[in-house]
């Protein structure tokens, strides 16, 4: 690994005085990638195709998409069924990247982002993206429409075909997003260098873009009305990384200089929405109405919640689906009265059709379910309709199988069908997935078992229990990427046991809410109980067992092995070991309060009782530690605290600090290294006494 040689933060002064080089503490042994199990699975994962955005034409005849070619994601255009796909871009595959597809109302032009004409370093990786419509009728090379110098993404079309909208970070150093690696604390702090997203607009044919909405409010999410007079939006002043969990919702005219109203503010509404946060608000088609979801939510871009409805002059929301017990995570109109949502239930993805009246509750009809990840690559679970919205397209994967274009009729009778073969000579690594259902506590709780590669019924095997992140999420399954994940443990001979225990999305906001103020007690134990109901029925060796996760995860890793000795090895990322010494250090801050009910300053107590560093003397579990450097979510000094108390008390332990990484690793090197010392550690700790 290569060290950090520019750019020494305060960070880096602590890597120093730990007696850190590069990426390794002072004790950590060197990545095991030279066993040949463990070389072979990672090198397998990298060996997937992966499909970053999918587009639907309105007159439902033919598909975009942007697929990883040479390394680098590159568009294709395609018959609706899959066949005739041809590239539309005369760039040498490999050379620039192409992302973010999608159709004009017209079904002829197609709108995408590209860096193959940039020559400056872009705000994520590569070079500087720019806004391109292709004539997908002739062979004419695609317009460039832009010269932007910051970070954009949510290309989104007005329905008249003759505007761009899009949300723009002017002069950006980095992705919009907390989960990008933080900027070096330097100078003022939350004064200097404030970088804001707005909304912006650009015309079809070209032109300088629009600045539609002010610097004084970050922008997180946007829609145009039906007729491209307005936008609603929500956001929050900045910093934008910490104020979503406080944004409300606006609308204004779309136009640089509108006024914005204020739409919803769940700070001061009543009933269930009162002090919860909002995604994806939408326009109903006559205007009148605004639609979004509305709840806990943990992490921003992981939406999950009701569905609200409220007039879009303003008013008082109104909940459509309350007491539902399933998890909204997407939405779209599809008529006066009519949505396509996508939502979580009971671990899986399902695709449903809600009847909205004037007033009262939604009703709902399912229109598909499946065992599987779906999205077509713009917010978590949505979905590219056409015109009509009797068809979606969409990227899906599953344990059982990697991602491909999917397209499913919406008359509720037809299976979603995959049109690609991009990985279809991809096959597990690893065994079946099972989904595992169990009663604790009052709540019915589920979670998915992956079996051991090669899996025989008459051996004892170990078993890792893998923690979600969020924790307002789910485990859903998907084909693993080259990350951290299950389906390496699994491939190398572990049942990898992973949860949805109260707190997560798929079974209505009150599950979500069940671990309010309870960080670590009930959570925990419903993922014992779930270790319990699996060890009655499969060959586990309840000597073997593993804890991991990542983010929440980490911290009931870390958590976790305070409160039992049941685990014998473990490995915490990017975790949280000090509740009230955290809240002063991240940059996130926002989200605590509606969770915890009080900041650290008016309730020390309820922090101080999900502290796993409080109960360090309990420790014996041999943990590994992995963090990003400048990760703003759960910032690396939380990692430095635990990994120091576990070395006071002896226990076996070893910390790893990536340079230059965040919260979601960004280099391909870091997160092979990450799965690589996992697997390796694991292995150490875990294996068949002969």
């Not at 309840?542 to 980490?554: A, E, I, N, P, V």
């Amino acid at each position: 690994m290569k060290s950090l040689s520019t750019g020494r933060t305060l960070m880096s002064v602590a890597l120093a005085l730990a007696g850190i080089t590069g990426v390794h503490a002072a004790d950590a042994p060197a990545a095991k990638a030279a066993d040949p199990r463990i070389e072979a699975i990672v090198s397998s994962l990298e060996k997937v195709r992966s499909i970053d955005s999918v587009s639907l034409s309105p007159d439902g005849r033919k598909l975009a998409w942007t697929v990883k070619t040479k390394g680098k994601s590159a568009i294709e255009v395609a018959d609706v069924d899959g066949r005739n796909a041809h590239r539309i871009t005369t760039s040498a595959p490999g050379t620039c990247r192409e992302s973010s597809a999608l159709w004009a109302p017209d079904s002829r032009h197609l709108a995408f982002l590209s860096d193959c004409g940039g020559a400056a370093p872009g705000a994520d990786e590569g070079h500087q993206n720019d806004i391109y419509v292709a004539d997908t009728s002739g062979h004419d090379a695609p317009a460039r429409l832009s010269h932007l110098t910051g970070y954009v993404q949510a290309l989104s079309w007005t329905s008249d075909g003759h505007t761009l909208g899009f949300l723009y970070v002017p002069g950006a150093t980095r992705r919009a997003a907390a989960t990008a690696a933080a900027k070096p604390q330097l100078g003022e702090v939350g004064v200097d260098g404030m970088e804001v997203q707005r909304v912006a607009a650009i015309d079809a044919a070209g032109g300088e873009p629009r600045l539609l909405t002010d610097e004084a409010q970050h922008v997180y999410e946007f829609s145009f009305s039906p007729d491209g007079a307005r936008i609603a939006y929500v956001a929050a002043p900045p910093p934008g990384d910490n104020n979503w969990w406080v944004a409300k919702l606006y609308a204004q005219d779309a136009r640089p200089g509108a006024s914005a109203a204020v739409i919803v503010d769940p700070a001061t509404v009543q009933g269930s929405l009162r002090g919860l946060q909002m995604a994806v608000p939408r326009f109903s088609p006559d205007g009148q109405r605004i639609a979004f979801i509305g709840g806990l939510m943990s992490d921003q871009g992981a939406t999950g919640g009701d569905i609200y409805t409220v007039a879009a002059s303003g008013g008082e929301p109104v909940n459509v689906t309350p007491g539902t017990k399933v998890t909204p995570s997407w939405l779209a109109w599809a008529g006066a009265d009519r949505l396509i949502v996508s939502e979580v239930v009971g671990g899986e993805s399902r695709v449903s059709a809600y009847q909205v009246p004037a007033s009262g509750a939604a009703t709902s009809k399912s229109l598909f379910q499946m065992p599987a990840s779906i999205g077509d690559g713009r917010l978590a679970m949505s979905l590219s309709l056409d015109g009509t919205a009797t068809h979606a397209a969409f990227v899906s994967s599953s344990y059982a199988h990697a991602p491909e274009v999917t397209v499913a009729s919406l008359d509720g009778r037809s299976k979603p069908a995959s049109v690609t073969g991009f990985n279809a000579a991809l096959s597990p690594s690893w065994g079946k997935a099972e989904s595992i259902t169990w009663t604790h506590e009052g709540h019915d709780v589920q979670g998915w078992l992956l079996y051991p590669a090669n899996y025989d019924p008459k051996q004892r095997y170990g078993m890792i229990v893998s923690v979600h992140g969020g924790p307002a999420s789910a485990v859903i399954p998907r084909w693993p990427g080259s990350g951290y994940g299950a389906g390496p443990l699994a491939a190398l001979g572990y049942f990898v046991f992973m949860p949805n225990p109260r707190g997560s999305y798929g079974q209505g906001e009150a599950f979500v809410g069940a671990n309010r103020r309870d960080f670590g007690y009930g959570d925990l134990r419903d993922v014992l109980a779930g270790v319990d109901t699996i060890e009655k029925t499969h060959p586990v060796d309840d000597k073997r067992l593993g804890l991991t996760g990542w983010s929440y995860g980490g911290f009931m890793t870390m958590f976790g092995v305070t409160q039992t000795q049941r685990f014998r090895a473990a490995v915490a990322g990017a975790g949280i070991s000090n509740w009230q010494s955290y809240y002063g250090q991240n940059l996130i801050d926002q989200w605590m309060t509606p969770y915890f009910g009080a900041s650290v300053y008016d309730d020390p107590a309820v922090y101080a009782k999900s502290s796993a560093i409080n109960f360090i003397k309990q420790v014996k579990t041999p943990t590994l530690i992995v963090v990003g450097e400048r990760d703003a979510e759960t910032p690396a000094p939380q990692s430095f605290e635990f990994w120091h108390a576990l070395k006071a008390q002896g226990v076996p332990t070893s910390l790893v600090v990536y340079p230059g990484e965040g919260h979601g690793f960004a280099k391909d090197e870091n997160r092979r290294d990450v799965l690589s010392r996992a697997l390796g550690w694991f292995d150490r700790y875990l294996k068949a006494t002969p």
